[in-house]
T-cell receptor, first 111, second 113 residues
Framework: GEDVEQSLFLSVREGDSSVINCTYTDSSSTYLYWYKQEPGAGLQLLTYIFSNMDMKQDQRLTVLLNKKDKHLSLRIADTQTGDSAIYFCAERNQAGTALIFGKGTTLSVSS | SQTIHQWPATLVQPVGSPLSLECTVEGTSNPNLYWYRQAAGRGLQLLFYSVGIGQISSEVPQNLSASRPQDRQFILSSKKLLLSDSGFYLC????????????FGPGTRLLVL
């Protein structure tokens, strides 16, 4: 079945780069997404990448996609305390009806 | 611009009591609507989605039901809550079914005691 896996925790120092990793199972996924959830809030779309792309950069965010290994990563450059949140990786389900989310990676940024 | 609202923000209910959570979307017509649940320490689980008024698809069997009485209103209900219904409930909308961008509401935190 469809599944998305992420590491649960990541701790970095302010100013360092953060890399959050994700693996997915559905090789037919056309879109892969990164969402951010701040404490007590809903999910905010950060970025998404088409499956025919290897990399997408958006300001401090860089998404890398390795289709062969079904591996997606999100790199946050110059991580700030305001980046502390839970980051979810997601892929579209096979039926195309909704998104399959990972359990989320909690990013903790210390000053 | 489009906005999505959920209420209440927080709810504490006893086991066996009924539930009604509401989600409304503004600034768009005929959105696709979704209900997700986020249980503690777990990812998001899709509960229901709707492509139009009165059209509800259920992704997992459960104690909950959904209804869409109006184009931009999506309601999550239960006749009798279970302890396992506790969680963070998120409503989302998208322009097309499964389209790459889903916009989420602020969520409702439900605690069943």
């Amino acid at each position: 079945g469809e599944d998305v896996e992420q590491s649960l925790f990541l701790s970095v120092r302010e100013g360092d780069s953060s890399v959050i990793n994700c693996t997915y199972t559905d090789s037919s996924s056309t879109y892969l997404y990164w969402y951010k959830q701040e404490p007590g809030a809903g999910l905010q779309l950060l970025t998404y990448i088409f499956s025919n792309m290897d990399m997408k950069q958006d300001q401090r965010l860089t998404v890398l996609l390795n289709k062969k290994d079904k591996h997606l990563s999100l790199r946050i450059a110059d991580t700030q305390t305001g980046d502390s949140a839970i980051y979810f990786c997601a892929e579209r389900n096979q039926a195309g009806t909704a998104l399959i989310f990972g359990k989320g990676t909690t990013l903790s940024v210390s000053s | 611009s489009q906005t999505i609202h959920q209420w209440p923000a927080t709810l504490v209910q006893p086991v066996g009591s009924p539930l009604s959570l509401e989600c409304t979307v503004e600034g768009t017509s005929n959105p696709n609507l979704y209900w997700y649940r986020q249980a503690a320490g777990r990812g998001l689980q899709l509960l229901f989605y709707s492509v139009g008024i009165g059209q509800i698809s259920s992704e997992v069997p459960q104690n909950l039901s959904a209804s869409r009485p109006q184009d931009r209103q999506f309601i999550l209900s239960s006749k009798k809550l279970l302890l396992s219904d506790s969680g963070f409930y998120l409503c989302a909308w998208s322009v097309q079914l499964g389209q790459e961008t889903q916009y989420f509401g602020p969520g409702t935190r439900l605690l069943v005691l």
